[in-house]
């Protein structure tokens, strides 16, 4: 069955950096686009970065464009998300997620399985 698991959360100051992870299995990875988003305390879901298939379109919400990173190794079904620059508003769970399709779309009903979440923190 489809699993995605998310790795790479924890404590950072800001100005720092983490990197997270998410190992895929149980489907054709290099087959889908994949997705960041995040939930924040007490907000709804917010898109956050997506990757196409091969790694050759990116995108990034503004609120975090110039600062994250996203690629992918489909060799070893893995998808990254570097973040530098962190700021207390980046605080949040996040989570990756399989699109339906190879291309990146928008709206996060077309992502049809998620991860558990890696907890992110960033604080003084």
């Known amino acids: 069955q489809v699993q995605l698991v998310e790795s790479g959360g924890g404590l950072a100051q800001p100005g720092g950096s983490l990197r997270l992870s998410c190992a895929a299995s149980?489907?054709?990875?290099?087959?889908?686009?994949m997705i960041w988003a995040r939930q924040a305390p007490g907000k709804g879901l917010e898109w956050v970065s997506g990757?196409?298939?091969?790694?050759?379109?990116?995108y990034y919400s503004d609120s975090v464009k110039g600062r994250f990173t996203v690629s992918r190794d489909n060799a070893k079904n893995t998808v990254y998300l570097q973040m530098n620059g962190l700021k207390v508003e980046d605080t949040a769970l996040y989570f990756c997620?399989?699109?339906?399709?190879?291309?990146?779309?928008?709206?996060?009903?077309?992502?049809?399985?998620w991860g558990q979440g890696t907890q992110v923190t960033v604080s003084s």
């Open positions: 997620a399989k699109s339906m399709l190879p291309t990146l779309t928008f709206l996060l009903n077309e992502y049809d399985y």
């Open positions: 149980g489907f054709t990875f290099s087959t889908y686009a």
């Open positions: 990757i196409d298939s091969d790694g050759k379109d990116t």
